[in-house]
């Protein structure tokens, strides 16, 4: 891969930086999205200091885990099912998209260091597959109960609207606080900012740092 690429992901790298240190309410972890790139892209994101990446599928996440030259920690953003969990179980560090008691003792049973994140239904279609505020606190106390820890809660924002993105994210990092969890992942390449002022402690970002990528 050219030299001129890593020069172009460098220099969007030090933009988002920047971003994060004007904007960030509180300490931000950086989460390299590469569904659609390859171990090359995660390989030269890596030799510039980004160690936590996000993949979306089981498969690819798979192929590309055996070429990576220097040790990351992978995420897991997609929405899971118990089959995906049970491939992947040994190399994903954090869960980005726990919808169900189901999938959480699932991930549990298969590595208790794991962090979990609730997604939250708030607004918008992105998070319909998510916990209603509502069932919060139950899920959460029975989660507890079982001594499973759930670090954080996890969404979406509203696409094409700022203003009601803002608004999500705002009411996830107070439910966050309510419920005395460290965790807070929301925001991506078009939203980020957004998200740091409404204090995100984790953001997920793929073509903003990465480009363009591959059609699905």
């Known amino acids: ?24 309410q509180n300490p931000v972890t950086l989460i390299g999205v590469t569904k659609g790139f390859t171990h090359r892209e995660v390989n030269i994101a890596r030799e510039l200091g980004i160690k936590n990446f996000g993949e979306n599928y089981a498969q690819e996440l798979l192929t590309k885990e055996p070429l990576i030259a220097a040790e990351i ?17 040994h190399l994903v560090d954090v869960w980005h998209s726990v919808t ?7 991930i549990h049973k298969r590595n208790e260091r794991a962090q979990m994140l609730l997604q939250v239904s708030l607004m918008g279609p992105s998070n319909s597959k998510g916990f209603e505020v509502k ?46 969890l460290s965790e807070c992942s929301m925001g991506m390449s078009n939203d980020f900012e957004v998200a740091l002022e409404s204090g995100s402690s984790m953001i997920r970002v793929g073509s903003a740092i990465f480009g363009n990528r591959r059609a699905d």
């Not at 920690?73 to 179980?89: A, E, M, P, T």
């Open 1 to 24: 891969m050219s030299g001129i690429y890593s020069e172009q992901m460098e220099e969007r790298l030090e933009k988002i930086k920047k971003l994060i240190k004007d904007k960030a």
């Open 73 to 89: 920690s992978w995420h897991f953003i997609g929405q899971l099912q118990s089959n995906k969990i049970r491939k992947v179980s």
């Open 100 to 106: 169900s008691l189901k999938h959480a003792r699932e």
């Open 135 to 180: 069932e919060l606190p139950d899920i959460i106390g029975k989660l507890q109960d079982e001594g499973i820890d759930i670090s954080g809660l996890m969404t979406m924002g509203v696409p094409g609207d700022m203003v009601a993105t803002r608004v999500v994210f705002e009411r996830l990092r107070k439910l966050a606080d309510t419920f005395e």
